[in-house]
């Protein structure tokens, strides 16, 4: 398995000949998806969705419905590649089998309608690798790797802290990382390494095209 940073949540993971890119958005290089086989989309925000990204490659699409149906209305010409899922759903992308987890995204401001949102547990070999885009709503079963959201206008560091240390992970890299300025990272990154280094788990924060 590799796995490659490549920008704030999108990741790129390779195994077994199959590659996958997750979460392609504005905060992207758009070569993230050069040679992906299959690009999964958690939510519609623009952070994590960017139409043109898609445009630059002949990938799969797998999503879920309320994604499908804004790029069925606003980028028509990407529709006949997408697949939706649903929460629960287990799916094949590629040669890597993928769970769709959860269905909302965090609550963002009580007076706010929430998304929808669903992450993916990917099974990669002998090793399972979870994103759940932007909502801290666990797998329901042991993860090898998490993809740890560390800050966020939905978030606090604590309950990210907490969302991590209940995946119970050994391994977390950190995502969703462009909202804060690098003195700001610097400080979460130590509560982050603090708390799970306690618990037993490993953290850490990739630079972008770094590889785990």
């Avoid at 800050?151 to 050994?170: L, N, Q, T």
């Amino acid at each position: 398995m590799r796995l490659t940073k490549c920008g704030h949540s999108c990741v790129r993971v390779e195994h077994g000949g199959t590659t996958l890119v997750l979460d392609p958005g504005v905060f992207t290089e758009a070569d993230a998806v050069d040679g992906a086989d299959a690009v999964l989309i958690t939510h519609e925000h623009p952070d994590h969705f960017h139409p043109d990204h898609l445009r630059r490659t002949d990938a799969r699409i797998f999503t879920i419905a309320a994604v499908a149906a804004q790029i069925r209305d606003q980028s028509p010409d990407l529709a006949e590649r997408v697949t939706v899922v649903a929460p629960g759903e287990a799916f094949d992308a590629g040669t890597i089998p993928v769970t769709a987890v959860g269905e909302l995204h965090a609550v963002i401001h009580p007076e706010l309608p929430r998304f929808d949102n669903s992450g993916y547990l990917l099974t990669l070999g002998d090793t399972t690798v979870f994103h759940p885009g932007d909502a801290l709503t666990g797998p329901g079963r042991p993860v090898d790797v998490l993809l740890a959201p560390v800050c966020a206008p939905w978030m606090k560091a604590s309950e990210g802290i907490d969302f991590a240390r209940s995946v119970a992970a050994p391994r977390n890299v950190a995502i969703h990382d462009r909202v804060y300025s690098e003195a700001g990272l610097g400080i979460v990154d130590g509560h982050f390494g603090r708390f799970l280094g306690a618990a037993g788990l490993d953290y850490v924060r990739l630079a972008d095209g770094a590889d785990l």
